[in-house]
Protein backbone atom coordinates (compact mmCIF):
# COMPACT_ATOMS: atom_id res chain seq x y z
CA UNK A 1 0.00 0.00 0.00
CA UNK A 2 1.34 3.32 -0.72
CA UNK A 3 1.47 5.40 2.73
CA UNK A 4 1.81 8.52 2.53
CA UNK A 5 3.59 9.44 5.70
CA UNK A 6 6.49 6.93 6.59
CA UNK A 7 4.71 3.29 7.61
CA UNK A 8 1.37 5.81 8.55
CA UNK A 9 -1.48 6.45 6.39
CA UNK A 10 -3.12 4.36 3.47
CA UNK A 11 -6.51 3.78 2.18
CA UNK A 12 -7.94 1.10 4.65
CA UNK A 13 -11.87 1.37 3.27
CA UNK A 14 -14.08 -0.75 1.48
CA UNK A 15 -13.59 -0.90 -1.95
CA UNK A 16 -16.55 0.52 -2.72
CA UNK A 17 -15.09 4.20 -1.57
CA UNK A 18 -12.06 3.58 -4.02
CA UNK A 19 -13.20 5.43 -6.45
CA UNK A 20 -14.74 8.23 -4.65
CA UNK A 21 -10.99 8.46 -3.02
CA UNK A 22 -10.14 8.66 -6.39
CA UNK A 23 -12.30 11.25 -7.52
CA UNK A 24 -11.27 13.56 -4.70
CA UNK A 25 -7.52 13.22 -5.17
CA UNK A 26 -7.74 14.25 -8.66
CA UNK A 27 -10.78 17.45 -7.46
CA UNK A 28 -8.21 18.39 -4.79
CA UNK A 29 -5.24 18.18 -6.87
CA UNK A 30 -6.83 20.34 -9.49
CA UNK A 31 -8.54 22.65 -6.76
CA UNK A 32 -4.67 23.06 -5.79
CA UNK A 33 -3.16 23.92 -9.13
CA UNK A 34 -6.32 26.40 -9.61
CA UNK A 35 -5.72 30.49 -8.77
CA UNK A 36 -9.55 30.69 -8.76
CA UNK A 37 -9.76 28.01 -5.63
CA UNK A 38 -7.43 29.61 -3.90
CA UNK A 39 -8.87 33.44 -4.13
CA UNK A 40 -12.05 32.17 -2.87
CA UNK A 41 -11.15 30.33 0.05
CA UNK A 42 -9.05 33.33 1.03
CA UNK A 43 -12.16 35.70 0.31
CA UNK A 44 -14.67 34.12 2.34
CA UNK A 45 -11.57 33.30 4.66
CA UNK A 46 -12.13 37.39 5.22
CA UNK A 47 -15.52 38.24 4.65
CA UNK A 48 -17.04 35.47 6.09
CA UNK A 49 -15.03 33.78 8.92
CA UNK A 50 -13.15 36.80 10.26
CA UNK A 51 -9.35 35.90 9.06
CA UNK A 52 -7.02 36.43 9.93
CA UNK A 53 -7.74 35.75 13.37
CA UNK A 54 -5.37 37.86 16.07
CA UNK A 55 -2.18 36.93 17.71
CA UNK A 56 -2.65 37.39 21.67
CA UNK A 57 0.18 37.74 24.26
CA UNK A 58 -1.18 36.39 27.81
CA UNK A 59 0.40 38.79 29.79
CA UNK A 60 -0.77 36.86 33.41
CA UNK A 61 -1.49 33.05 33.01
CA UNK A 62 1.89 32.06 32.84
CA UNK A 63 4.33 34.56 34.33
CA UNK A 64 7.95 34.68 33.37
CA UNK A 65 7.03 33.58 29.55
CA UNK A 66 5.97 35.34 26.66
CA UNK A 67 3.02 33.46 25.73
CA UNK A 68 1.45 34.00 22.82
CA UNK A 69 -2.26 33.02 21.44
CA UNK A 70 -3.23 31.85 18.31
CA UNK A 71 -6.95 33.22 18.29
CA UNK A 72 -8.94 30.67 16.36
CA UNK A 73 -11.01 30.75 19.15
CA UNK A 74 -12.47 34.21 17.40
CA UNK A 75 -12.64 32.15 14.16
CA UNK A 76 -16.47 32.56 13.09
CA UNK A 77 -18.20 29.94 14.75
CA UNK A 78 -15.65 29.74 17.44
CA UNK A 79 -13.01 27.13 16.75
CA UNK A 80 -10.71 26.54 13.69
CA UNK A 81 -12.76 23.71 12.48
CA UNK A 82 -14.39 26.00 10.16
CA UNK A 83 -11.18 26.64 8.00
CA UNK A 84 -11.51 22.80 6.85
CA UNK A 85 -15.23 22.83 6.27
CA UNK A 86 -15.18 26.17 3.91
CA UNK A 87 -12.12 24.64 2.23
CA UNK A 88 -14.14 21.04 1.74
CA UNK A 89 -17.36 22.59 0.98
CA UNK A 90 -15.64 24.69 -1.78
CA UNK A 91 -14.03 20.95 -3.21
CA UNK A 92 -17.79 19.29 -2.93
CA UNK A 93 -19.53 21.87 -4.95
CA UNK A 94 -16.32 21.20 -7.71
CA UNK A 95 -17.01 17.87 -7.47
CA UNK A 96 -20.77 18.17 -8.18
CA UNK A 97 -21.76 16.51 -4.84
CA UNK A 98 -24.96 18.76 -3.11
CA UNK A 99 -25.00 16.22 0.04
CA UNK A 100 -22.77 16.65 2.95
CA UNK A 101 -22.04 13.89 5.75
CA UNK A 102 -19.64 14.67 9.14
CA UNK A 103 -19.18 13.61 11.80
CA UNK A 104 -18.48 15.68 15.48
CA UNK A 105 -17.48 15.08 19.10
CA UNK A 106 -17.68 18.11 20.78
CA UNK A 107 -20.28 19.82 18.20
CA UNK A 108 -17.67 22.06 16.97
CA UNK A 109 -16.91 20.81 13.47
CA UNK A 110 -20.80 19.88 13.47
CA UNK A 111 -21.28 23.33 13.85
CA UNK A 112 -18.77 24.59 11.16
CA UNK A 113 -20.01 22.00 8.78
CA UNK A 114 -23.52 22.80 9.49
CA UNK A 115 -22.66 26.45 8.68
CA UNK A 116 -20.88 26.06 5.54
CA UNK A 117 -23.83 24.04 4.14
CA UNK A 118 -26.00 27.16 4.90
CA UNK A 119 -24.33 29.43 3.55
CA UNK A 120 -23.91 27.52 -0.17
CA UNK A 121 -27.28 25.61 0.24
CA UNK A 122 -25.89 22.22 0.78
CA UNK A 123 -28.04 19.14 2.77
CA UNK A 124 -26.14 18.28 5.97
CA UNK A 125 -26.14 15.36 8.04
CA UNK A 126 -23.78 15.21 11.06
CA UNK A 127 -23.51 12.35 13.42
CA UNK A 128 -22.72 12.64 16.86
CA UNK A 129 -22.44 10.16 19.82
CA UNK A 130 -25.72 10.42 22.09
CA UNK A 131 -23.04 10.89 24.52
CA UNK A 132 -21.97 13.97 23.05
CA UNK A 133 -25.21 15.14 22.44
CA UNK A 134 -25.88 15.65 26.13
CA UNK A 135 -22.31 16.76 26.68
CA UNK A 136 -22.39 19.73 23.95
CA UNK A 137 -26.18 20.56 23.80
CA UNK A 138 -25.87 24.05 23.09
CA UNK A 139 -24.10 22.66 19.45
CA UNK A 140 -26.34 20.26 19.01
CA UNK A 141 -29.16 22.97 19.18
CA UNK A 142 -27.06 25.47 16.73
CA UNK A 143 -26.66 22.49 14.27
CA UNK A 144 -30.00 22.14 14.27
CA UNK A 145 -30.64 26.24 13.41
CA UNK A 146 -28.61 26.06 10.89
CA UNK A 147 -30.78 23.13 9.05
CA UNK A 148 -28.24 20.14 9.54
CA UNK A 149 -29.87 16.71 10.87
CA UNK A 150 -27.74 15.53 13.72
CA UNK A 151 -27.99 11.72 13.91
CA UNK A 152 -27.37 10.23 17.44
CA UNK A 153 -25.16 7.59 17.21
CA UNK A 154 -25.91 4.72 19.97
CA UNK A 155 -23.42 2.89 19.72
CA UNK A 156 -20.17 1.26 21.77
CA UNK A 157 -19.46 4.55 23.68
CA UNK A 158 -21.40 7.02 21.75
CA UNK A 159 -18.78 9.54 21.22
CA UNK A 160 -16.28 10.17 18.24
CA UNK A 161 -15.49 6.99 17.57
CA UNK A 162 -18.91 6.04 16.70
CA UNK A 163 -19.68 9.12 15.20
CA UNK A 164 -17.15 8.32 12.54
CA UNK A 165 -17.22 4.75 11.71
CA UNK A 166 -20.99 5.80 11.30
CA UNK A 167 -20.23 9.11 8.73
CA UNK A 168 -18.08 6.62 6.89
CA UNK A 169 -21.23 3.93 6.61
CA UNK A 170 -23.28 6.52 4.97
CA UNK A 171 -20.85 7.53 2.74
CA UNK A 172 -20.61 3.87 1.57
CA UNK A 173 -24.29 3.77 1.14
CA UNK A 174 -24.28 7.68 -0.41
CA UNK A 175 -21.05 7.91 -2.30
CA UNK A 176 -22.33 9.15 -5.67
CA UNK A 177 -24.32 12.06 -4.07
CA UNK A 178 -22.23 12.47 -1.18
CA UNK A 179 -19.59 14.37 0.14
CA UNK A 180 -17.77 12.87 3.45
CA UNK A 181 -16.81 16.05 5.29
CA UNK A 182 -13.89 14.80 8.07
CA UNK A 183 -13.52 17.03 10.76
CA UNK A 184 -9.65 16.35 11.28
CA UNK A 185 -6.31 14.91 9.87
CA UNK A 186 -7.31 10.81 10.04
CA UNK A 187 -8.79 8.92 7.71
CA UNK A 188 -8.04 7.68 4.41
CA UNK A 189 -5.31 9.34 1.87
CA UNK A 190 -6.33 11.98 0.48
CA UNK A 191 -8.05 13.30 3.69
CA UNK A 192 -5.40 14.05 6.36
CA UNK A 193 -3.24 15.69 3.34
CA UNK A 194 -6.55 18.28 2.81
CA UNK A 195 -7.41 18.80 6.68
CA UNK A 196 -3.43 19.76 6.81
CA UNK A 197 -3.38 21.91 3.90
CA UNK A 198 -6.66 24.05 4.57
CA UNK A 199 -5.42 24.32 8.67
CA UNK A 200 -1.81 25.08 7.34
CA UNK A 201 -3.54 28.65 7.41
CA UNK A 202 -2.91 29.14 11.36
CA UNK A 203 0.58 28.57 11.13
CA UNK A 204 1.18 30.70 8.42
CA UNK A 205 -0.18 33.83 9.66
CA UNK A 206 0.64 32.68 13.43
CA UNK A 207 4.47 32.93 11.68
CA UNK A 208 4.24 36.37 10.38
CA UNK A 209 2.10 37.64 13.14
CA UNK A 210 4.64 36.36 15.87
CA UNK A 211 7.68 37.66 13.94
CA UNK A 212 6.06 41.08 13.40
CA UNK A 213 5.01 40.85 17.32
CA UNK A 214 8.43 39.93 18.99
CA UNK A 215 10.97 40.15 16.35
CA UNK A 216 11.40 35.98 16.51
CA UNK A 217 10.58 32.84 16.06
CA UNK A 218 8.96 31.04 18.65
CA UNK A 219 10.92 28.61 20.39
CA UNK A 220 8.40 26.14 21.00
CA UNK A 221 4.63 25.92 19.26
CA UNK A 222 2.08 24.27 21.09
CA UNK A 223 -1.53 22.81 20.38
CA UNK A 224 -3.70 19.79 21.96
CA UNK A 225 -4.01 16.92 19.91
CA UNK A 226 -7.18 14.89 19.64
CA UNK A 227 -7.34 13.50 15.70
CA UNK A 228 -4.57 16.66 15.43
CA UNK A 229 -6.24 19.17 13.15
CA UNK A 230 -5.28 22.68 14.47
CA UNK A 231 -1.66 21.46 16.04
CA UNK A 232 -1.05 20.47 12.23
CA UNK A 233 -2.34 23.35 11.03
CA UNK A 234 -0.30 25.25 13.47
CA UNK A 235 3.11 22.63 12.88
CA UNK A 236 2.92 22.87 9.14
CA UNK A 237 4.22 26.57 9.58
CA UNK A 238 7.48 25.47 11.41
CA UNK A 239 8.10 22.19 10.13
CA UNK A 240 11.38 24.16 8.61
CA UNK A 241 12.40 26.19 11.37
CA UNK A 242 14.28 25.71 14.12
CA UNK A 243 11.00 25.16 16.69
CA UNK A 244 9.87 22.62 18.91
CA UNK A 245 6.84 21.34 17.99
CA UNK A 246 4.64 19.83 21.63
CA UNK A 247 1.16 18.43 20.83
CA UNK A 248 -1.23 17.77 23.97
CA UNK A 249 -3.30 14.56 24.02
CA UNK A 250 -6.21 14.53 26.73
CA UNK A 251 -4.46 11.46 29.36
CA UNK A 252 -7.35 9.34 28.53
CA UNK A 253 -6.75 9.36 25.09
CA UNK A 254 -3.17 9.48 24.18
CA UNK A 255 -2.88 7.57 21.07
CA UNK A 256 0.33 8.76 20.28
CA UNK A 257 1.66 9.03 23.57
CA UNK A 258 0.73 5.44 24.50
CA UNK A 259 -0.75 3.98 21.75
CA UNK A 260 0.36 1.20 18.88
CA UNK A 261 0.38 0.68 15.35
CA UNK A 262 -3.38 -0.21 14.16
CA UNK A 263 -5.87 0.45 11.30
CA UNK A 264 -8.75 3.08 11.86
CA UNK A 265 -11.28 4.87 9.94
CA UNK A 266 -9.03 4.24 6.76
CA UNK A 267 -5.42 4.85 8.17
CA UNK A 268 -2.98 3.22 9.47
CA UNK A 269 -1.85 5.40 12.10
CA UNK A 270 -0.90 5.37 16.36
CA UNK A 271 -4.10 3.86 17.82
CA UNK A 272 -5.17 3.50 21.63
CA UNK A 273 -5.64 -0.03 20.38
CA UNK A 274 -5.12 -3.72 22.28
CA UNK A 275 -2.09 -6.76 21.11
CA UNK A 276 -4.90 -7.96 19.02
CA UNK A 277 -5.56 -4.81 17.26
CA UNK A 278 -8.70 -3.73 18.29
CA UNK A 279 -9.83 -0.39 19.11
CA UNK A 280 -9.81 0.38 23.04
CA UNK A 281 -12.74 3.62 24.46
CA UNK A 282 -11.22 7.07 24.53
CA UNK A 283 -11.87 8.99 27.97
CA UNK A 284 -11.65 12.25 28.08
CA UNK A 285 -13.45 15.30 29.91
CA UNK A 286 -13.36 16.94 26.32
CA UNK A 287 -15.44 15.91 23.71
CA UNK A 288 -13.18 16.91 20.90
CA UNK A 289 -9.99 14.90 21.90
CA UNK A 290 -11.77 11.97 23.34
CA UNK A 291 -10.83 10.04 20.12
CA UNK A 292 -8.56 6.84 20.16
CA UNK A 293 -6.89 7.73 17.18
CA UNK A 294 -4.35 10.47 15.54
CA UNK A 295 -3.76 11.23 12.01
CA UNK A 296 -0.39 9.62 10.18
CA UNK A 297 1.09 12.28 10.05
CA UNK A 298 1.59 13.33 13.49
CA UNK A 299 2.45 9.26 14.16
CA UNK A 300 4.84 10.00 11.54
CA UNK A 301 6.17 13.15 12.89
CA UNK A 302 6.32 11.57 16.52
CA UNK A 303 8.50 8.91 14.73
CA UNK A 304 10.79 10.76 13.39
CA UNK A 305 11.26 13.03 16.34
CA UNK A 306 10.16 16.42 14.85
CA UNK A 307 7.44 16.60 17.14
CA UNK A 308 6.71 15.36 20.89
CA UNK A 309 3.33 14.58 22.59
CA UNK A 310 2.78 15.06 26.12
CA UNK A 311 -0.71 14.59 27.67
CA UNK A 312 -2.45 16.48 30.81
CA UNK A 313 -5.26 14.99 33.02
CA UNK A 314 -9.07 16.23 32.98
CA UNK A 315 -8.21 17.76 36.11
CA UNK A 316 -5.29 19.95 35.29
CA UNK A 317 -7.45 20.98 32.31
CA UNK A 318 -10.03 22.05 34.18
CA UNK A 319 -7.75 24.35 35.92
CA UNK A 320 -5.90 25.65 33.00
CA UNK A 321 -9.60 26.42 31.90
CA UNK A 322 -10.25 28.52 34.55
CA UNK A 323 -7.12 29.74 34.69
CA UNK A 324 -7.56 31.38 31.59
CA UNK A 325 -10.81 33.05 31.98
CA UNK A 326 -9.66 34.55 35.53
CA UNK A 327 -6.20 35.48 34.00
CA UNK A 328 -6.60 36.69 30.75
CA UNK A 329 -10.59 37.16 30.16
CA UNK A 330 -10.81 34.22 27.40
CA UNK A 331 -12.63 31.43 28.11
CA UNK A 332 -10.98 28.52 25.93
CA UNK A 333 -12.46 25.10 25.08
CA UNK A 334 -11.68 22.46 26.83
CA UNK A 335 -9.09 20.81 23.88
CA UNK A 336 -6.67 23.40 23.92
CA UNK A 337 -6.96 23.64 28.03
CA UNK A 338 -4.78 20.95 27.51
CA UNK A 339 -2.56 22.30 26.04
CA UNK A 340 -2.42 25.63 28.42
CA UNK A 341 -2.01 23.23 31.02
CA UNK A 342 1.53 22.00 29.63
CA UNK A 343 2.76 25.62 29.49
CA UNK A 344 4.24 26.41 32.70
CA UNK A 345 6.46 23.35 32.72
CA UNK A 346 7.65 24.30 29.00
CA UNK A 347 11.57 25.12 29.37
CA UNK A 348 11.24 28.24 26.81
CA UNK A 349 10.34 31.23 27.58
CA UNK A 350 8.90 32.06 23.94
CA UNK A 351 5.80 30.20 23.13
CA UNK A 352 3.08 30.22 20.75
CA UNK A 353 0.01 28.46 21.66
CA UNK A 354 -2.97 27.14 19.41
CA UNK A 355 -6.24 28.57 20.98
CA UNK A 356 -8.23 26.70 18.71
CA UNK A 357 -11.43 27.03 20.07
CA UNK A 358 -13.57 28.99 22.66
CA UNK A 359 -14.97 27.60 25.74
CA UNK A 360 -19.18 28.42 25.43
CA UNK A 361 -20.04 25.37 24.79
CA UNK A 362 -18.49 23.29 27.98
CA UNK A 363 -19.42 25.90 30.28
CA UNK A 364 -22.08 23.91 31.18
CA UNK A 365 -19.77 20.75 32.03
CA UNK A 366 -17.56 22.61 33.51
CA UNK A 367 -19.53 24.23 35.55
CA UNK A 368 -21.10 20.79 36.45
CA UNK A 369 -17.56 20.08 38.50
CA UNK B 1 -22.99 -27.01 -11.72
CA UNK B 2 -25.33 -25.91 -8.95
CA UNK B 3 -25.26 -22.37 -7.82
CA UNK B 4 -23.41 -21.81 -4.75
CA UNK B 5 -24.47 -20.46 -1.03
CA UNK B 6 -21.83 -19.36 1.42
CA UNK B 7 -22.80 -18.66 4.80
CA UNK B 8 -21.14 -15.83 7.34
CA UNK B 9 -21.47 -16.50 10.71
CA UNK B 10 -19.67 -15.10 14.06
CA UNK B 11 -17.03 -16.61 15.74
CA UNK B 12 -17.96 -17.93 18.76
CA UNK B 13 -17.73 -21.36 20.94
CA UNK B 14 -20.93 -22.52 19.25
CA UNK B 15 -19.68 -21.71 15.26
CA UNK B 16 -18.05 -25.46 14.66
CA UNK B 17 -21.22 -26.83 15.94
CA UNK B 18 -23.62 -23.88 13.46
CA UNK B 19 -21.38 -24.69 10.45
CA UNK B 20 -21.69 -28.00 10.51
CA UNK B 21 -25.61 -27.49 10.95
CA UNK B 22 -25.45 -25.17 7.88
CA UNK B 23 -23.36 -26.97 5.65
CA UNK B 24 -25.92 -30.61 6.74
CA UNK B 25 -28.47 -28.19 5.25
CA UNK B 26 -27.22 -27.17 2.06
CA UNK B 27 -24.29 -24.64 2.72
CA UNK B 28 -21.29 -25.06 0.66
CA UNK B 29 -18.78 -22.85 2.09
CA UNK B 30 -18.79 -21.11 5.37
CA UNK B 31 -17.03 -17.66 5.72
CA UNK B 32 -16.45 -17.10 9.58
CA UNK B 33 -16.04 -13.46 10.76
CA UNK B 34 -12.91 -12.32 13.14
CA UNK B 35 -14.78 -9.61 15.16
CA UNK B 36 -13.21 -6.17 14.71
CA UNK B 37 -14.14 -3.38 16.90
CA UNK B 38 -14.78 -0.56 14.60
CA UNK B 39 -15.89 -2.77 10.75
CA UNK B 40 -16.50 -0.09 8.38
CA UNK B 41 -18.53 -2.36 6.41
CA UNK B 42 -20.98 -3.93 8.32
CA UNK B 43 -24.48 -3.03 9.01
CA UNK B 44 -26.06 -3.29 12.81
CA UNK B 45 -26.67 -6.87 13.27
CA UNK B 46 -23.37 -8.15 12.15
CA UNK B 47 -21.90 -5.01 14.13
CA UNK B 48 -23.82 -6.24 17.27
CA UNK B 49 -22.55 -9.91 17.04
CA UNK B 50 -19.10 -8.72 16.68
CA UNK B 51 -19.62 -6.67 19.76
CA UNK B 52 -21.05 -9.92 21.41
CA UNK B 53 -18.44 -11.74 19.96
CA UNK B 54 -15.29 -9.57 21.30
CA UNK B 55 -17.04 -9.33 24.94
CA UNK B 56 -17.02 -13.21 24.71
CA UNK B 57 -13.27 -13.42 24.15
CA UNK B 58 -13.47 -13.89 20.66
CA UNK B 59 -10.02 -12.53 19.75
CA UNK B 60 -7.51 -13.25 17.26
CA UNK B 61 -5.85 -16.83 18.61
CA UNK B 62 -9.89 -17.68 20.09
CA UNK B 63 -10.98 -17.14 16.72
CA UNK B 64 -8.34 -19.29 14.78
CA UNK B 65 -8.75 -22.17 17.42
CA UNK B 66 -12.50 -22.23 16.49
CA UNK B 67 -11.72 -22.17 13.08
CA UNK B 68 -9.53 -25.46 13.45
CA UNK B 69 -12.43 -26.81 15.23
CA UNK B 70 -14.96 -25.98 12.65
CA UNK B 71 -12.08 -27.76 10.18
CA UNK B 72 -12.24 -30.69 12.22
CA UNK B 73 -15.80 -31.13 11.72
CA UNK B 74 -15.75 -30.31 8.34
CA UNK B 75 -13.00 -31.62 5.95
CA UNK B 76 -14.08 -30.74 2.67
CA UNK B 77 -16.14 -27.70 3.12
CA UNK B 78 -13.96 -24.29 1.91
CA UNK B 79 -13.74 -22.48 5.42
CA UNK B 80 -13.14 -18.24 4.53
CA UNK B 81 -12.10 -16.03 7.47
CA UNK B 82 -13.54 -12.83 6.74
CA UNK B 83 -12.25 -9.60 8.84
CA UNK B 84 -10.41 -6.40 8.80
CA UNK B 85 -6.90 -5.03 7.89
CA UNK B 86 -6.76 -4.21 12.16
CA UNK B 87 -6.25 -8.12 13.18
CA UNK B 88 -3.68 -8.63 10.49
CA UNK B 89 -1.67 -5.28 11.33
CA UNK B 90 -1.67 -6.35 14.98
CA UNK B 91 -0.80 -10.59 14.28
CA UNK B 92 1.33 -9.65 11.79
CA UNK B 93 0.34 -9.98 7.85
CA UNK B 94 2.30 -13.35 6.82
CA UNK B 95 1.81 -14.77 10.39
CA UNK B 96 -2.13 -14.20 10.44
CA UNK B 97 -2.29 -15.60 6.44
CA UNK B 98 -0.20 -19.03 7.85
CA UNK B 99 -1.73 -19.56 11.13
CA UNK B 100 -5.22 -19.41 9.27
CA UNK B 101 -4.32 -21.41 6.81
CA UNK B 102 -2.67 -23.90 9.58
CA UNK B 103 -6.04 -23.71 11.11
CA UNK B 104 -8.10 -25.34 7.81
CA UNK B 105 -9.02 -21.67 6.48
CA UNK B 106 -9.66 -22.26 2.62
CA UNK B 107 -8.55 -18.82 1.63
CA UNK B 108 -9.44 -15.18 3.45
CA UNK B 109 -11.24 -11.73 2.99
CA UNK B 110 -10.39 -8.51 4.57
CA UNK B 111 -13.22 -6.18 4.22
CA UNK B 112 -11.44 -2.96 4.34
CA UNK B 113 -8.01 -3.74 2.01
CA UNK B 114 -8.90 -3.05 -1.37
CA UNK B 115 -7.67 -4.92 -4.44
CA UNK B 116 -4.39 -3.78 -5.56
CA UNK B 117 -3.28 -3.38 -1.82
CA UNK B 118 -0.93 -6.34 -0.40
CA UNK B 119 -1.40 -8.67 -4.03
CA UNK B 120 1.41 -11.23 -1.98
CA UNK B 121 -1.60 -11.88 0.91
CA UNK B 122 -3.47 -14.36 -1.07
CA UNK B 123 -7.59 -13.97 -0.44
CA UNK B 124 -10.90 -13.33 -2.10
CA UNK B 125 -11.40 -9.85 -3.35
CA UNK B 126 -14.41 -7.52 -3.40
CA UNK B 127 -16.09 -5.49 -6.23
CA UNK B 128 -18.93 -3.03 -5.68
CA UNK B 129 -20.77 -1.18 -8.32
CA UNK B 130 -18.95 1.93 -8.30
CA UNK B 131 -15.58 -0.04 -9.10
CA UNK B 132 -14.42 1.08 -12.46
CA UNK B 133 -13.69 -1.57 -14.90
CA UNK B 134 -10.42 -1.26 -14.27
CA UNK B 135 -11.05 -2.16 -10.90
CA UNK B 136 -12.79 -4.98 -11.45
CA UNK B 137 -10.26 -6.48 -13.61
CA UNK B 138 -7.37 -5.99 -11.09
CA UNK B 139 -9.45 -7.67 -8.45
CA UNK B 140 -10.36 -10.18 -10.69
CA UNK B 141 -6.51 -11.10 -11.31
CA UNK B 142 -5.70 -11.01 -7.56
CA UNK B 143 -8.56 -12.50 -6.50
CA UNK B 144 -7.86 -16.42 -4.64
CA UNK B 145 -10.78 -18.79 -6.33
CA UNK B 146 -13.89 -16.64 -7.02
CA UNK B 147 -15.03 -12.97 -7.11
CA UNK B 148 -17.29 -11.83 -4.18
CA UNK B 149 -19.59 -8.89 -5.58
CA UNK B 150 -20.93 -6.38 -3.15
CA UNK B 151 -24.42 -6.55 -4.79
CA UNK B 152 -25.18 -2.52 -3.68
CA UNK B 153 -23.23 0.74 -2.27
CA UNK B 154 -23.83 0.37 1.61
CA UNK B 155 -23.11 -2.10 4.74
CA UNK B 156 -24.12 -5.24 5.15
CA UNK B 157 -27.66 -6.13 5.78
CA UNK B 158 -31.20 -7.07 5.27
CA UNK B 159 -32.89 -4.69 1.99
CA UNK B 160 -36.13 -4.83 0.85
CA UNK B 161 -35.46 -5.82 -2.35
CA UNK B 162 -32.22 -6.74 -4.28
CA UNK B 163 -29.98 -4.65 -6.22
CA UNK B 164 -30.67 -3.51 -9.18
CA UNK B 165 -27.09 -2.76 -9.40
CA UNK B 166 -25.90 -6.53 -9.25
CA UNK B 167 -27.02 -7.23 -12.91
CA UNK B 168 -24.87 -4.50 -14.70
CA UNK B 169 -21.74 -5.48 -12.39
CA UNK B 170 -22.18 -9.39 -12.71
CA UNK B 171 -21.89 -8.55 -16.32
CA UNK B 172 -18.57 -6.20 -15.95
CA UNK B 173 -17.42 -9.03 -13.84
CA UNK B 174 -17.99 -11.69 -16.60
CA UNK B 175 -16.09 -9.53 -19.48
CA UNK B 176 -13.07 -9.60 -16.93
CA UNK B 177 -13.20 -12.83 -15.45
CA UNK B 178 -14.18 -17.14 -15.83
CA UNK B 179 -14.14 -17.84 -12.10
CA UNK B 180 -17.11 -17.83 -10.31
CA UNK B 181 -18.76 -14.80 -9.36
CA UNK B 182 -20.44 -15.17 -5.52
CA UNK B 183 -23.56 -12.08 -4.63
CA UNK B 184 -23.37 -10.45 -1.11
CA UNK B 185 -24.84 -7.73 0.79
CA UNK B 186 -28.56 -7.59 1.40
CA UNK B 187 -29.40 -10.87 0.27
CA UNK B 188 -31.51 -12.33 3.09
CA UNK B 189 -34.98 -13.93 1.41
CA UNK B 190 -35.16 -16.74 -0.90
CA UNK B 191 -36.66 -14.61 -3.35
CA UNK B 192 -34.07 -12.60 -2.91
CA UNK B 193 -31.25 -15.27 -3.42
CA UNK B 194 -32.74 -17.05 -6.31
CA UNK B 195 -33.08 -13.32 -8.46
CA UNK B 196 -29.52 -13.18 -7.43
CA UNK B 197 -28.70 -16.78 -8.31
CA UNK B 198 -29.98 -16.15 -11.41
CA UNK B 199 -27.51 -13.22 -12.66
CA UNK B 200 -24.46 -14.59 -10.55
CA UNK B 201 -22.67 -18.37 -9.27
CA UNK B 202 -23.52 -17.92 -6.16
CA UNK B 203 -24.79 -15.94 -2.90
CA UNK B 204 -23.66 -15.17 0.47
CA UNK B 205 -25.27 -14.77 3.24
CA UNK B 206 -24.21 -12.83 6.40
CA UNK B 207 -26.85 -10.86 8.25
CA UNK B 208 -29.67 -12.96 8.21
CA UNK B 209 -27.96 -16.08 8.71
CA UNK B 210 -26.85 -14.52 12.17
CA UNK B 211 -30.40 -13.84 12.88
CA UNK B 212 -31.31 -17.22 12.19
CA UNK B 213 -28.20 -18.55 14.07
CA UNK B 214 -29.53 -16.80 17.28
CA UNK B 215 -31.77 -19.50 17.39
CA UNK B 216 -29.81 -22.05 17.44
CA UNK B 217 -28.39 -24.72 14.85
CA UNK B 218 -31.84 -26.12 13.65
CA UNK B 219 -33.24 -22.59 13.43
CA UNK B 220 -30.13 -21.97 11.11
CA UNK B 221 -30.74 -25.47 9.23
CA UNK B 222 -34.03 -24.06 8.63
CA UNK B 223 -33.10 -21.05 6.93
CA UNK B 224 -30.24 -22.54 5.07
CA UNK B 225 -32.01 -24.70 3.42
CA UNK B 226 -34.98 -22.54 2.33
CA UNK B 227 -32.17 -20.63 0.61
CA UNK B 228 -30.92 -24.28 -0.80
CA UNK B 229 -34.10 -25.13 -2.16
CA UNK B 230 -34.68 -21.95 -3.89
CA UNK B 231 -31.12 -21.96 -5.44
CA UNK B 232 -31.85 -25.46 -6.92
CA UNK B 233 -34.62 -23.86 -8.18
CA UNK B 234 -32.71 -21.83 -10.66
CA UNK B 235 -32.22 -23.22 -14.25
CA UNK B 236 -28.72 -24.10 -14.92
CA UNK B 237 -28.17 -24.09 -18.63
CA UNK B 238 -26.55 -27.68 -19.02
Known amino acids: MQLTYGQYGGRFVPETLIPALDELEAGWREAQEDPAFHQELDRLGRTYAGRPTPLTLAERFAPG???????????HTGA???????GQALLAQRLGKRRIVAETGAGQHGVATATVCARFGLECVVYMGA?????????????GLLGAEVRPVEFGTQTLKEATSEAIRDWIGSVETTHYLIGSCVGPQPYPEIVRELQAVIGREAREQIIEADGLLPEVAVACVGGGSNAIGLFTGFLADPVRLVGVEASGAASLGTGRTAVLHGSRSSVLADEDGQVLDAESISAGLDYPGSGPEHAALRDAGRAEYVSATDEEALAAFRRL???????????????LARVAELDEELVLLCLSGRGDKDLAEVLAR | MRKALAVYLMAGRELPELAEAAVDAGADLVELGFPFSDPLADGPVIRRAAERALAEGMRTGACLEVLAETRARLPGTPLVPMTYASLLEAYGWERFAAD?????????IVADLPAGERPELRRVQLVAPTSTDERVRLAAEQTDGWLYLVTLAGTTGARETLSLALAGLVERARRATRLPLYAGFGISTPEQARAAAELADGIVVGTAALVAAEGGPQKLARYVASLRSALDAVAVPA
Open chain 1, 80 to 86: HKLNNAL
Open chain 1, 65 to 75: KRLYLKREDLL
Open chain 1, 325 to 339: ASTEGIVPALEPAHA
Open chain 1, 131 to 143: EDMRRQRPNVERM
Open chain 2, 100 to 108: ARAAGATSL
